[in-house]
T-cell receptor
Framework: AQSVTQLDSHVSVSEGTPVLLRCNYS??????LFWYVQHPNKGLQLLLKYTSAATLVKGINGFEAEFKKSETSFHLTKPSAHMSDAAEYFCVVSDKTSYDKVIFGPGTSLSVIP | DAGVTQSPTHLIKTRGQQVTLRCSPK?????VSWYQQALGQGPQFIFQ???????QRGNFPDRFSGHQFPNYSSELNVNALLLGDSALYLC????????????FGPGTRLTVL
């Protein structure tokens, strides 16, 4: 069975400082992993995805994530936070053997302090 | 490319009523999935449609049903509405043969009074 754990329900950073949002997953098969962002009263936007190619994945808006199989982790990072990064972030695992059924983590709310 | 579109954006119903939500997938996508997102929670998978059939289903009662049309658009129907059905309903589309990753619409906010 697949599952996703996001270790922090809320993260607060100062503008211009690094962002780290943590995600651990459990999957019986080689998973695909994604990060989505949801701004208030908006839909979900795909930030980046890992699908068994390079383990360091670059996404939009300066975000990147590294797939570490030994640690079953897929943490999201950004070198320098911007005010517009304040949003809810979801780590997602999917298994191609089950037709892309996806499991969402509970989400991490990111606040950026000016 | 209009991306994934959903209608209506907001909806208010009373307990016991029935509701239909609509979704048009991103151009070129053939698979549509529906999610329920309660306030303050992550989206929960309801079901997925491919080739006009329900391919897989999450842990939702039979009151939740759907349909996919030949043009890949989809409907979500909920019967006998409960207060607990109040949520944001998200539609996502993907390409079945693709590398993975779903594109989400803006959602329909359903309020049950």
């Amino acid at each position: 069975a697949q599952s996703v754990t996001q270790l922090d329900s809320h993260v607060s950073v100062s503008e211009g400082t690094p962002v780290l949002l943590r995600c651990n997953y459990s999957s019986s098969y080689s998973p695909s992993l994604f990060w989505y962002v949801q701004h208030p009263n908006k839909g979900l936007q795909l930030l980046l995805k890992y699908t068994s190619a390079a383990t360091l994945v670059k996404g939009i808006n300066g975000f990147e994530a590294e797939f570490k199989k030994s640690e079953t982790s897929f943490h999201l990072t950004k070198p320098s936070a911007h005010m517009s990064d304040a949003a809810e972030y979801f780590c997602v695992v999917s298994d191609k053997t089950s037709y892309d059924k996806v499991i969402f983590g509970p989400g991490t709310s990111l606040s950026v302090i000016p | 490319d209009a991306g994934v579109t959903q209608s209506p954006t907001h909806l208010i119903k009373t307990r016991g009523q029935q509701v239909t939500l609509r979704c048009s997938p991103k151009s070129g996508h053939d698979t549509v999935s529906w999610y329920q997102q309660a306030l303050g929670q992550g989206p929960q998978f309801i079901f997925q449609y491919y080739e006009e059939e329900e391919r897989q289903r999450g842990n939702f009662p039979d009151r939740f049903s759907g349909h996919q049309f030949p043009n890949y658009s989809s409907e979500l129907n909920v019967n006998a509405l409960l207060l607990g059905d109040s949520a944001l309903y998200l539609c996502a589309s993907s390409l079945s043969a693709g590398p993975g990753g779903q594109y989400f619409g803006p959602g329909t906010r359903l309020t049950v009074l």
